[in-house]
């Protein structure tokens, strides 16, 4: 049977061939599609205690449809992350069942029981015990399995043949690369945000800095990466009383810069701070960027002696992390900048009463986060420029920056 589109109505019929599901008198089927790519179904019986859900790749954007063609072939590279992370960290994501590389459809646990946690964050409630700690965790198991420190150069080779992915990472080298910085009908933004955003595309060192980080993010092929992990990607709950994380939709995974995970969660964390500032509330952000990055050095430092090439001794490791940490600053300015002046912005801004305070400002710490990634060597050093460029006041009426401030 040839590629089809599934529809609600055809859901039990495909998990009863696909030998998910017996009695399809026992099934409920919905749509709960949400995101800006794929089509996901939910599956559950009647007494609610047991759920599948059905994730198809489109052959376009979901949210554009068939005016941006897109191959559903993402989904063969985000069955092959849940994979490989399976091996080194398999409490981290769904339960996979099975995938359909004929429909370009995985089978996996319902985790509607779960958040997700940027709705939790928007709602003022807190990331939970040591989230972010073990979204650190996370990147620093799957980039170590599958950088040429944990795997075999030949299975290292393999692997990076398999997970080429052109067509998604020209959507990254695009949306988030480049079309920011330039006239492009991709943009949008609120109309109380022109100035910076044409200050923005005039900025030639700006514009070099951001080449520099797209030309890494082209050539670097440290390890597979989730390659779009934000907090519209991370579900959070309780199981048996158990704080659960798990990472989802890592249909972007492609060998890459290790710094760009972490750079992503980062620049969701440095936004969702914001929001927070600006309604007035306390919350836990302040400490995340710090708790996600102990996370992953301390993970990367414990797996070290494992490495199957010894020729990298420890002091290389420390000069490693810290390109690794540069890299994820910069790229997290980069994710920013595109998130309010660019494609697909987030909700953390774009539901606030009074979106352009919060939005300015972030905005340019983005830009300080990319013009002196290199200078930064601590959250503390990103807290200090948060409160330079006014993230953590939330407040109409901070000043501009007339150049580039120094700590």
Same mark, same amino acid.
């Given at each position: ?37 794929n089509?996901?179904?939910?599956a ?11 994730k ?6 979901r ?28 409490d ?18 319902d ?20 989230t ?27 692997l ?28 949008? &933004?609120?109309?109380?945000? #022109?100035?910076l ?5 005039? /900025?030639?060192? *700006? $514009?070099?800095?951001?080449? @520099?980080?797209?030309?890494?993010f082209?050539?670097?092929?440290q ?5 779009d ?22 249909e ?24 927070a500032?600006?309604?007035?509330a ?7 960027l ?13 797996? &070290?002696?494992?490495?199957? #090439?010894?020729?990298?001794d420890?002091?290389?490791? /420390?000069?490693? *992390? $810290?390109?690794?940490?540069? @890299?994820?600053?910069?790229?997290a ?9 660019g ?7 774009t ?40 993230v953590?006041?939330g ?10 401030p120094?700590?």
């Open positions: 049977m040839g590629y089809r589109i599934l529809e609600t109505e055809d859901v039990p019929a495909y998990l009863r061939e696909r030998g998910h599901w017996d009695d399809l008198a026992d099934i409920h089927v919905r749509e709960v599609s949400d995101g800006n790519m089509r996901v179904f939910l559950s019986n009647g007494a609610g205690t047991r759920g599948l859900a059905v198809q790749a489109l052959p376009w954007v949210v554009a449809g068939p005016s941006w063609p897109m191959s559903p072939e993402r989904a063969d590279a985000e069955a092959r992350a849940y994979e490989q992370v399976a091996r080194v960290a398999p981290k994501i769904p339960a996979i069942h099975g995938y359909d590389p004929g429909h370009y459809a995985l089978v996996m646990e985790m509607s029981d779960l958040e997700v946690l940027r709705t939790v964050l928007n709602e003022g409630a807190p990331y939970g015990p040591d972010s700690r073990r979204i650190g965790e996370f990147v620093a198991q799957l980039t170590f399995a599958t950088s040429d420190f944990g795997m075999p150069s030949a299975e290292r080779k393999a990076i043949a398999a997970s080429v992915s052109p067509e998604l990472c020209r959507i990254t080298e695009d949306v988030v690369l480049s079309e920011p910085y330039i006239e492009h009908e991709h943009n949008h &933004w609120h109309p109380e945000l #022109d100035d955003a044409a200050e923005f595309r005039a /900025d030639t060192r *700006l $514009r070099t800095e951001v080449a @520099d980080l797209r030309h890494t082209m050539t670097s092929a390890a597979l990466l989730h390659g992990l934000h907090t519209g990607s991370v579900m959070v709950g309780e199981r048996d009383g158990t704080p659960v994380i798990r990472v989802f939709d890592p972007f995974s492609f060998v890459g810069p290790i710094g760009y995970d972490l750079g992503l969660y980062w620049a969701n964390v440095l936004v969702a701070t914001a929001r500032r600006a309604l007035g306390v919350t836990d952000h302040a400490v995340q710090r708790l996600s990055w102990e996370g992953f050095e301390s993970e990367f430092r414990r797996l &070290w002696p494992t490495r199957v #090439d010894t020729f990298f420890d002091a290389y490791l /420390d000069r490693f *992390l $810290r390109r690794v940490w540069t @890299d994820a600053v910069g790229f300015g980069t994710e920013i900048v595109r998130r309010i002046i494609f697909a912005h987030l909700t953390d801004l539901t606030l009463p009074d979106p352009v305070p919060a939005s300015r400002a972030t905005l340019r710490l983005g830009r300080q986060l990319i013009l002196r990634r290199a200078e930064l060597h601590s959250p503390e050093d990103i807290e200090k420029i948060e409160k330079i460029e006014g953590t006041d407040i109409a009426g901070v000043n501009e920056p007339t150049g580039v120094m700590l």
